[in-house]
């Protein structure tokens, strides 16, 4: 009780804290400056790459176009009349104006603050214009948003009007076409060679001619209006809208021209839809989970698509596009969180390193305050307060600088560098205090000495034990749940404590990897001291001697192999994704470019692939039609799978002339089927639902099922996940002729070739495919962060290697100065530190890249590369052997000039001053 009751709290003296802190300027500075660095970049790295998301997200939704609107149907009410007919309802636009806020409210608050103000479309039937040599359709359209849709100009003529503005006419099902007015483009009357008070001559699908006439030309008073996406023609001639050679023309209707519209046409061929697009600069990472569940909470509470009683039903890919961003951003968050993780290892071993050595120069110190009565706990609060003021301060003036080039700043990741630099001064100081006062003596009797040895050596095997566990948990954690999170457990965007482990399996492989190496390393110099020892070169024995001295020293080793081999695995990393993008666009595109043709191309494909085969710089053109969702059945189970029905030898010559990768099986396409009358196919499932030897049926309208027979693995075709083969005659014997819609072009001049090919279709080209790909905000960001830490790590490990120096130069120089009195010159004295340095530097050189390099075949496959590069599979592991011969290097070159540093730094170095210090 009573030595409780005289405890007290440690009393630091503050003049001896001052004192230290200027004596060792240099050293706190540069603690100072490592902090300030990685905390700057550990700051600014989670906030830039949210900020990545964000930009990703957005970008997403504005690639997606109006597949990421959320769209609203409803069907009208009848209209039936009390006399048999149809009865013209003069209020229309009301019901629409009353539909498009029935959908803004069921909305919800978080969505309708995320979506712009929403516009309702109502158009006709696709009607097709009888006059003319050329195929050519036309569509009347009602857009009504805010402002009753977007302003135009009448030029010629008046808007649409009605001649029953208010009268509730009855017209009978049999009478004649109903008459409706239409307004029409300045574009699209001088196509059509119309003007005010004409009727377009048109017909509906059953050939029924329809009443429809100009009221006036009109001009966009804002063609850039995004309302004018939802219907394009609007804004003139739409060529290919509904088939290769077929162009679209559109009328524009009005308020009062609507009724007229729905008596146009038949009860249900007036569909009504609102428009919700979203607002991309209101989507932020944060959001995007919300919003789509909320988007698959409005499509589960659709109602039934057969009910005639005016429900909603809501359509959307918004969710698809949301998650597949999230999905992206989560991959490339937990990606950057394995880099940083590398780099805050190495940081904490270079500031303990550094503790270290400081703690080397003040040990003498140290050791005369605990003998004019220092304690221990007084000299352990100095040393906490000195070491917490300069993490701390370091860490602050770095987060400081991060918040101000970024849009927020992130802490946590700067936690583990102040905790090591603000505890490993003060644990090594106390620890070299306290052993500069025992009075604990070598016992003499050889089994306590040995107990002592032993239990050493258990602790250290225990450390390394701890660390190989973790290790390999790290790994096996990795692999089998990779690092993306759970949705079951809800995608709240951060990491869990569940991703701690395999975030970290690289850094602990790195660590595993260099104790390895600290324990043959010593039996290597051992090896080289006993063969130093039969030679008659003394140079040699001295050099073998210092190794094997230092060869034990763990903290030097350990940082030197974990910044090779990081900065060797962000190097690979780097290159994986430059290389898989490249194979991504390759994957994506299929060619160097590719037509994307309607599926009225049967007559036109041919001639068009001749053309293009014919253009300069254009070495294979091959045709394919390419079928999405097409339904295939295997026994009794409906399939889906992208269809190929193409020239099996001209895909085969193609995949093998481009970096695609070769496809021998489809050889078999053209040998005959296993079972008379089958059709060979080859078959692609990711989840092996489909696969080789399977029996497929493909279903046909009036006709029997035609059989295949898969033959074989299929290529992947555009990233789907399931795909069909089909040789393109081997079907068409069956039965069931290929309509070519698709046309893939290799060679120089594929683009120009495709650019001007004269025929409506989109254009796809695999060098805007690739610049889109490496502009994205998350693939760059990513990029810049493995490039950014292999210097990092570089510089680290650069910095371990010099402070390894300063702490062994001092003895290194005193033993060399002692044999100078023995006949050593200044020269062989250089040759001997040289041995000393260079042998730990020149296996971690060769060492280091090669751990990287297995660190990257053991790791890169469950980071999920694919998501950012858009391959179907993960992207092949790439070693830029130059760019890893090039680390190894820089080390080697530091490592060669700092024996001439210490060299004239130490010549006036006497041996009467070593022998006068007492060492």
């Known amino acids: 009780m009573n030595r409780w009751l005289t405890r007290r709290w440690p009393a630091p003296h503050w003049p001896s804290i001052r004192g230290r802190a200027r004596a060792d300027a240099g050293p706190l500075l540069l603690t100072a400056a490592v902090i300030a660095a990685v905390a700057l970049l550990a700051g600014a790295v989670p906030a830039l790459l949210r900020a990545a998301a964000d930009d990703a997200v957005q970008d997403a939704v504005r690639r997606a176009g109006n597949d990421a609107n959320v769209l609203v149907h409803a069907d009208w009410e009848r209209d039936d009349g009390p006399n048999g007919g149809r009865i013209r309802t003069a209020g229309l636009a009301d019901d629409v104006e009353d539909f498009r806020a029935r959908a803004t409210y069921a909305l919800g608050a978080d969505l309708d603050a995320a979506l712009l103000p929403p516009v309702a479309v109502v158009s006709g039937p696709i009607l097709s214009i009888t006059e003319g040599s050329v195929p050519r359709t036309f569509q009347f359209t009602y857009l009504a948003g805010d402002r009753d849709g977007p302003a135009v100009t009448w030029i010629a003529g008046s808007a649409p009007g009605s001649p029953f503005p208010d009268e509730p006419v009855e017209a009978p099902y049999d009478g004649p076409p109903w008459p409706v007015q239409v307004g029409l483009a300045e574009t699209a009357a001088a196509a059509l060679n119309l003007g005010p008070g004409d009727r377009l001559p048109v017909k509906d699908g059953q050939g029924r001619d329809r009443d429809v006439r100009i009221s006036g030309i009109y001009r966009p008073a804002d063609s850039t209006d995004s309302t004018w996406r939802l219907a394009p023609a609007l804004l003139g001639p739409l060529p290919g809208a509904d088939g290769v050679g077929i162009t679209r023309f559109a009328g524009l209707l009005s308020r009062e021209s609507l009724p007229d519209a729905r008596l146009a046409v038949d009860q249900d061929q007036l569909r009504r839809t609102v428009h919700f697009a979203p607002e991309p600069g209101a989507l932020t990472w944060d959001t995007t989970a919300a919003l789509a569940n909320q988007v698959v909470a409005l499509k589960a509470a659709s109602g039934s698509s057969g009910a005639r009683d005016g429900s909603l039903r809501w359509e959307s890919q918004l ?71 300069v993490s701390v ?422 033993t060399l100065v002692r044999l100078r009195t023995l006949g050593l010159r200044p020269r062989d004295a250089r040759w001997v530190a040289a041995g000393e340095l260079l042998p730990p530097v020149v296996v971690t050189a060769g060492y280091g890249p090669l751990l990287g390099a297995l660190l990257a075949r053991l790791t890169l496959g469950p980071l999920d590369l694919r998501v950012l590069t858009g391959q179907p599979g993960d992207p092949a592991t790439v070693l830029p052997w130059w760019l890893l011969g090039l680390v190894g290097v820089v080390l080697l070159a530091v490592a060669a000039t700092v024996v001439p540093v210490e060299s004239a730094l130490r010549r006036r170095d006497r041996l009467s001053e070593v022998l006068r210090a007492g060492e």
Do not use: C, K
């Open 319 to 389: 969710d698809t596009t949301l998650r597949d961003a999230r999905t992206r951003g989560n991959a490339a968050s937990a990606q950057a969180a394995v880099l940083l993780t590398g780099i805050l290892t190495v940081t904490v071993l270079v500031l303990l390193l550094a503790a270290a050595l400081l703690v080397h120069r003040r040990t003498p110190a140290l050791g005369a305050a605990r003998q004019r009565g220092a304690a221990l706990p007084d000299l352990a609060a100095e040393l906490t307060i000195e070491s917490t003021v």
């Open 393 to 814: 301060s370091a860490a602050a003036v770095g987060l400081a600088l991060a918040r101000a080039v970024t849009p927020g700043v992130s802490w946590t990741w700067a936690v583990p560098v102040v905790l090591a630099g603000a505890v490993a001064g003060p644990a090594f100081g106390t620890l070299a205090a306290a052993r500069a006062s025992r009075d604990r003596r070598q016992p003499a009797n050889p089994a306590a000495r040995r107990w002592i040895r032993v239990t050493g050596q258990l602790r250290r095997a225990a450390v390394e034990a701890a660390v190989l566990i973790a290790a390999v948990a790290g790994f096996v954690t990795l692999h089998q749940r990779g690092l993306l999170p759970d949705a079951a457990d809800g995608d709240t965007g951060e990491l869990t404590g569940d991703l701690v482990l395999p975030i970290s399996a690289l850094a602990l492989g790195g660590l595993v990897g260099a104790l390895v190496l600290l324990r043959l390393l010593p039996l290597g110099a051992r090896f080289a001291l006993r063969q130093a020892l039969r030679s008659r070169r003394p140079l040699a024995v001295f050099s073998a001697a210092r190794a094997a001295t230092t060869a034990g020293r763990a903290l030097p080793l350990l940082v030197l192999v974990s910044a090779t081999a990081l900065a060797s695995f962000a190097l690979i990393l780097g290159s994986t994704v430059t290389r898989g993008l490249a194979d991504g666009a390759w994957s994506t595109v299929g060619a160097d470019a590719r037509l994307d043709l309607g599926t009225d191309a049967q007559a036109a494909t041919p001639a068009l692939a001749e053309r293009v085969a014919a253009a300069p710089g254009v070495q294979q053109v091959v045709v394919a039609q390419v079928t999405d969702s097409a339904r295939v059945f295997a026994e009794s189970t409906l399939f889906t799978p992208r269809l190929v029905v193409v020239d099996a030898a001209a895909f085969q010559r193609l995949l093998a002339t481009t970096p695609l990768p070769d496809a021998p099986a489809l050889a078999r396409l053209s040998a005959p089927a296993p079972a008379p009358g089958d059709v060979p196919a080859l078959v692609l499932s990711n989840d092996s639902e489909l696969r080789t030897g399977a029996r497929l049926q493909l279903p046909r309208d009036d006709a029997p099922a035609i059989r295949l027979a898969a033959v074989g693995t299929a290529p992947a075709v555009g990233g789907a996940g399931d795909v069909v083969v089909v040789d393109a005659t081997a079907l068409a014997a069956a039965g069931l002729p290929a309509v070519a819609n698709t046309v893939w072009v290799t060679g120089p001049g594929a683009a120009r070739a495709v650019s001007n090919s004269g025929v409506a279709a989109d254009v796809v080209l695999r060098a805007d495919v690739l610049r889109a790909q490496r502009v994205a905000p998350l693939t760059a960001g990513l990029l810049r962060l493995a490039w950014t830490a292999a210097a990092v790590l570089v510089a680290l490990g650069l910095l371990g290697l010099l402070l390894a120096a300063a702490a062994g130069t001092s003895e290194r120089w005193h």
